[in-house]
């Protein structure tokens, strides 16, 4: 059973970022503009650790946003755009499990780790921003609550980026957004037949306000999924 089906996502906005000279700031570059999000390290110090483990490592440069749900979540952290060949995404090799950390409400604008159903101390590399206020569906009695690390300071980029195509590509990507319009002016896809590497709604770039060098992702071997669903490359 592909594991990725079990895996939800949440994340929520709480009006205003309230940052202090302790807190990291993280501003991805996406295909179609900056969201910078300042992180929550003493609220969840672990999480933080962790995530920016994923970041240090390369890991989420060229990762996709896979999950687009309207009025619940925006999610990336799991599969990166390969450089190159037959296979259009690789999976993000995942360090151990973090242990949760819930205690901030997810509310619209919050960034939150994604896991694995009934398992609260599952999550890895993947996470999610709220677009809504999901506290009532994915707070402390839903699986231990999701846990919070962050919050953007920006909607603009992420509304414009849930207004593209979400079609369902099969797998992981039943909810997968991309392109309407394709850098060539013709229509974006509308199914996972469809799809090109350039469709992809992509982090190109991390930013981290602190001293800390982010280097290049490692190699990885092969795997294709089924029929009608997307190409991908599984890292080990």
Not at 37 to 49: G, H, K, S, W, Y
Not at 205 to 223: H, K, N, T
């Amino acid at each position: 059973m592909n594991k990725f089906l079990g895996w939800i996502a949440a994340v929520a906005f709480s009006g205003s970022v309230m940052q202090s000279a302790a807190q990291t700031k993280v501003i991805f570059t996406t295909n179609f503009g900056e969201i910078p999000i300042v992180l929550f390290d003493a609220e969840a110090p672990n999480t933080v650790d962790n995530f920016l483990s994923y970041v240090e490592r390369g890991d989420y440069r060229n990762t996709i946003f896979h999950r687009a749900m309207t009025g619940f979540v925006l999610q990336s952290g799991g599969y990166r755009v390969t450089p190159q060949g037959s296979f259009l995404l690789e999976e993000v090799t995942e360090f151990d499990s973090v242990q949760n950390e819930y205690g901030r409400a997810n509310t619209r604008g919050t960034i939150a780790m994604a896991k694995r159903g009934g398992n609260p101390h599952s999550a890895t590399s993947q996470w999610f921003i709220n677009v809504a206020d999901n506290s009532e569906t994915l707070d402390e009695r839903n699986n231990g609550g999701f846990t919070v690390f962050g919050e953007v300071e920006s909607f603009t980029v992420i509304d414009e980026i849930m207004a593209q195509n979400i079609i369902n590509a099969g797998g992981a990507f039943t909810d997968l957004p991309v392109k309407a319009t394709r850098d060539d002016g013709s229509d974006g896809a509308t199914n996972g037949g469809e799809v090109v590497a350039d469709d992809f709604i992509r982090i190109t770039s991390v930013l981290v306000e602190r001293p800390d060098a982010v280097p290049e992702p490692s190699s990885s071997c092969l795997l294709m999924m089924g029929s009608g669903a997307l190409l991908l490359r599984r890292r080990r």
